[in-house]
């Protein structure tokens, strides 16, 4: 078995008389990050013309072909029952002149992207660079190793940068308490004791529908209202299986136990043996 097969080869294994391709969906999203603190993006109607200048479809379609990416808008919506409805996830370049347009000059991006680390990160972060230049921005771009752009990420010296934010666990406060307010792991978003206040309400609600409310609220607050963040897409992982293997389950999550599998009955033994992988 083997993960994260590149899109150009997935036609000639599936194709293959001993080897089949199983696409996957998870919770594994290319993000922009923005720093709202300091900095061009502090100016939150700049933080919206990043959002507004980017062609989410045209990502997933002319670099994945369909099938290495899926559409998501959301943060942490997708663990969530019943999801919040956003307003970010719209291409409108006309919308994002107008707000770099009334903010004056052509504003300077540092744009922070790793390359050779995520599937077509380096692709990613050009197209993501042209589109901004499309809306009026100024982009210097900072290709990194994932090493250096967590170091150049951490001393604050970004205007944004795109890297692959993904759940140890398939719950909201996996990521809201990870990512937002004061002991976030990296400070960028503002109002930090808004986030708090609202993680405690939601980790002390006396039931599951007033916790998710909650999370539900956060979800606007941090796409829709701060601005902080704008989801690319999630990564579909696609998984050479040779015929050995019988059963499959992926996880959508990070959680430890990552996924099972299970070989084809053996003659000689009573019962296929189950495998669990972990990283």
């Known amino acids: 078995m083997v ?33 709202g603190l300091q900095g061009t993006l502090s100016d939150v109607k700049l933080r919206e013309a990043v959002q507004s200048a980017i062609d989410y479809d045209a990502l997933i379609k002319t ?46 991006l540092r744009f922070l ?24 921005f100024t982009v210097e771009q900072v290709p990194l190793d994932n090493t250096e752009l967590r170091k150049q990420r951490n001393t604050g010296n970004y205007s944004l940068y795109m890297t692959q934010i993904f759940p140890v666990f398939a719950h909201p406060d996996s990521f809201f308490g990870f990512f937002t307010g004061s002991a976030a792991a990296v400070k960028y978003c503002p109002d930090p004791a808004g986030y708090d206040a609202a993680q405690t309400k939601a980790l002390t609600a006396t039931d599951e529908d007033a916790s998710y409310k909650v999370y539900s609220q956060l979800e606007k607050k941090i796409l829709d209202q701060d601005r902080c963040n704008s989801i690319l897409y999630d990564q579909v992982i696609s998984y050479g299986l ?18 099972k599998v299970m070989d084809r009955p053996n003659p000689n033994r009573s019962a296929a043996n189950i495998f669990t992988f972990t990283w």
């Open 3 to 35: 993960a994260d097969l590149p899109s150009e080869l997935l036609d000639q294994i599936d194709k293959a008389p001993d080897t089949s391709v199983l696409n996957a969906p998870s919770l594994y999203k290319m993000a922009l990050t923005m720093n």
């Open 63 to 108: 670099l994945f072909g369909g099938v290495g990416a899926r559409a998501s808008a959301y943060f942490t919506g997708d663990v969530m029952p019943n999801p919040p409805k956003l307003d970010y996830h719209k291409f409108d370049l006309n919308h994002a002149r107008e707000l770099v347009k009334a903010a004056g000059g052509s504003p300077t």
């Open 113 to 136: 992207y790793t390359t050779g680390f995520y599937p077509k990160d380096k692709q990613v972060g050009e197209a993501v660079s042209a589109m901004l230049e499309a809306a009026g």
């Open 242 to 259: 040779s015929d050995k293997v019988k059963g499959f389950e992926p996880a959508l999550d990070a959680v430890p136990d990552m996924y």
